[in-house]
């Protein structure tokens, strides 16, 4: 059997899964934040450990276990580089130190490519070659799959289009640059847009509700977002020209016309119109479980 681990800023979940990756069991724990990867790896080892157990209640025994983490990852040296939201796990050698533990085979990645993998093996992007997944909750994060394969590229930041610059004078992003895509239209930015269109603190949520009550403010805080979306995956098609564009994350969630609608509208104006002509926009399939399942299809790739 196979167990993915999805370490996430607040939870760490756990999945049991069969060999061919179908769902046995999950397994929820809030993370403690500020223990840093000490208390985490723990946690982590208890999470295990249980659905270890629980396999071997059903007969079965783990083979391979994957885990997906919440920021950079050396996926050659299976280090967990940092946390952007959680103190105290720089340079963590997290690979070694569970292998040592539990003795089983462990592939460790960062969520944006665990999600990619599992999108790809158990979602939307079941059958397709060439795709791009692009996850909008609080920051942006993504991953290419082209010619049937994960690309990691040279330091394993291939399909990071959440630090595409599309606007030079755009917001200051979490990683320091102007106008980052992530900083123009994750769920934390289209908040903020909209809370200085119109003049109070409004978060994702009350934009979506306004829009969808006609609030001209609103709508227009949206066309501004969905521009920039188009112009970052626009440069994206350009490199890798996709079949499928899967969007996961909460805005995903949000009715079409408010979003994936208008996307697919305004992404042909910012690629060849070749490229445009085939390319498919579509809601991810995985919720709530897209971690776990995602660290599952790492393991088993
Ligand atoms: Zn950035």
């Given at each position: 059997m196979i167990i993915g681990i999805d370490v996430g800023n607040t939870n760490m979940t756990g999945a049991l899964a069969s060999d061919d990756g179908k769902h046995v069991a999950t397994l929820r724990r809030k993370s403690d934040r500020a223990g840093g990867a000490k208390a985490g790896v723990e946690l982590i080892s208890e999470i295990i450990a249980a659905l270890q157990k629980q396999a071997g209640g059903e007969g079965g025994s783990v083979r391979r276990i994957g885990v997906g983490f919440g920021?950079?990852?050396?996926?050659?040296?299976?280090?967990?580089?940092?946390?952007?939201?959680?103190?105290?796990?720089?340079?963590?050698?997290?690979?070694?130190?569970?292998?040592?533990?539990?003795?089983?085979?462990?592939?460790?990645?960062?969520?944006?490519?665990?999600?990619?993998?599992?999108?790809?093996?158990?979602?939307?992007?079941?059958?397709?070659?060439?795709?791009?997944?692009?996850?909008?909750?609080?920051?942006?994060?993504?991953?290419?799959?082209?010619?049937?394969?994960?690309?990691?590229?040279?330091?394993?930041?291939?399909?990071?289009?959440?630090?595409?610059?599309?606007?030079?004078?755009?917001?200051?992003?979490?990683?320091?640059?102007?106008?980052?895509?992530?900083?123009?239209?994750?769920?934390?930015?289209?908040?903020?847009?909209?809370?200085?269109?119109?003049?109070?603190?409004?978060?994702?949520?009350?934009v979506d509700a306004l829009a969808l009550q006609g609030d001209t403010t609103a709508r227009r805080v949206l066309d501004g977002v969905i521009e920039d979306l188009a112009h970052g995956l626009g440069i994206a098609i350009g490199l890798v020209n996709p079949a499928l564009i899967i969007i996961g994350g909460g805005l995903s969630q949000a009715p079409e016309q408010l979003y994936l609608a208008p996307?697919?509208?305004?992404?042909?104006?910012?690629?060849?119109?070749?490229?445009?002509?085939?390319?498919?926009?579509?809601?991810?399939?995985?919720?709530?479980?897209?971690?776990?399942?995602?660290?599952?299809?790492?393991?088993?790739?």
């Amino acid at each position: 059997m196979i167990i993915g681990i999805d370490v996430g800023n607040t939870n760490m979940t756990g999945a049991l899964a069969s060999d061919d990756g179908k769902h046995v069991a999950t397994l929820r724990r809030k993370s403690d934040r500020a223990g840093g990867a000490k208390a985490g790896v723990e946690l982590i080892s208890e999470i295990i450990a249980a659905l270890q157990k629980q396999a071997g209640g059903e007969g079965g025994s783990v083979r391979r276990i994957g885990v997906g983490f919440g920021g950079p990852v050396d996926f050659e040296r299976g280090v967990a580089l940092l946390s952007h939201q959680n103190p105290g796990w720089e340079n963590t050698p997290l690979r070694d130190q569970l292998q040592q533990r539990f003795g089983i085979p462990i592939a460790i990645d960062n969520d944006a490519n665990a999600g990619t993998l599992g999108e790809w093996r158990f979602g939307a992007g079941r059958g397709v070659n060439d795709l791009l997944y692009v996850n909008i909750g609080t920051g942006i994060g993504g991953g290419v799959i082209a010619n049937g394969a994960l690309v990691r590229g040279a330091q394993n930041l291939a399909g990071e289009i959440g630090h595409i610059i599309v606007r030079r004078d755009g917001p200051v992003c979490t990683c320091g640059k102007h106008g980052c895509l992530e900083g123009c239209a994750s769920g934390s930015a289209i908040g903020r847009r909209a809370s200085e269109a119109l003049g109070r603190k409004v978060d994702g949520k009350e934009v979506d509700a306004l829009a969808l009550q006609g609030d001209t403010t609103a709508r227009r805080v949206l066309d501004g977002v969905i521009e920039d979306l188009a112009h970052g995956l626009g440069i994206a098609i350009g490199l890798v020209n996709p079949a499928l564009i899967i969007i996961g994350g909460g805005l995903s969630q949000a009715p079409e016309q408010l979003y994936l609608a208008p996307l697919r509208r305004a992404v042909p104006r910012f690629c060849l119109a070749e490229a445009a002509a085939h390319i498919r926009i579509e809601p991810a399939q995985l919720r709530y479980d897209a971690g776990v399942m995602g660290a599952v299809a790492l393991a088993m790739s």
